[in-house]
T-cell receptor, first 113, second 115 residues
């Protein structure tokens, strides 16, 4: 089945690290993505990881992938108030003529000053 | 690049009226997706096109919804007649397939309110 799950809320203090978690069910996923949605805006791609990688780092962002447990996480170092947004993980399903993505429910990150 | 362009950005209409949402994908992209976002159901894929051909419309709620892609640079999502439960934010996204990670790029969305 196709299902991507995330916790709904995360609250952190400015300067702390944030860790947003995601679990998925399709073991054949090739790419996994993190998108950010700010209030009133569309989804913006933050980063992605290929399924044969365990970790990817991009400035303040670190993505960890545990294929065995089908667990994906996004760590934001030195979280800022501007990081407050909804974060979606998504998996790309294999097969078919194009790349259908299955999105999680989104995690609302609230950064307290 | 201007990114994915959607119009209108906001639409307020009365129940029973026809609503047409428009999307211009990123130039050179060959896949286009329509999503709907609500508080209750989150982000739902309604339909997607590849090379202007509808591939999967299983997410379209009912016959009141229809989508077309007459050419590579334009798509419409039409709701006729509209109902209050159609109120949501509708996103269009595009990508290039095949093309590495085949990232989907989202437009800013159309916020629809049906009274």
């Amino acid at each position: 089945g196709e299902d991507v799950e995330q916790s709904l809320f995360l609250s952190v203090r400015e300067g702390d690290s944030s860790v947003i978690n995601c679990t998925y069910t399709d073991s054949s996923s090739t790419y996994l993505y993190w998108y950010k949605q700010e209030p009133g805006a569309g989804l913006q791609l933050l980063t992605y990881i290929f399924s044969n990688m365990d970790m990817k780092q991009d400035q303040r962002l670190t993505v960890l992938l545990n294929k065995k447990d089908k667990h994906l996480s996004l760590r934001i170092a030195d979280t800022q108030t501007g990081d407050s947004a909804i974060y979606f993980c998504a998996e790309r399903l294999v097969g078919g003529a194009t790349n259908k993505l299955i999105f999680g429910t989104g995690t609302l990150l609230a950064v307290q000053p | 690049d201007a990114g994915v362009i959607q119009s209108p950005r906001h639409e307020v209409t009365e129940m029973g009226q026809e609503v047409t949402l428009r999307c211009k994908p990123i130039s050179g992209h060959n896949s286009l997706f329509w999503y709907r976002q609500t508080m209750m159901r989150g982000l739902e894929l309604l339909i997607y096109f590849n090379n202007n051909v509808p591939i999967d419309d299983s997410g379209m709620p009912e016959d009141r919804f229809s989508a077309k892609m007459p050419n590579a640079s334009f798509s419409t999502l039409k709701i006729q007649p509209s109902e209050p439960r159609d109120s949501a934010v509708y996103f269009c996204a595009s990508s290039l397939v095949p093309g590495g990670q085949e990232t989907q790029y989202f437009g800013p969305g159309t916020r629809l309110l049906v009274l």
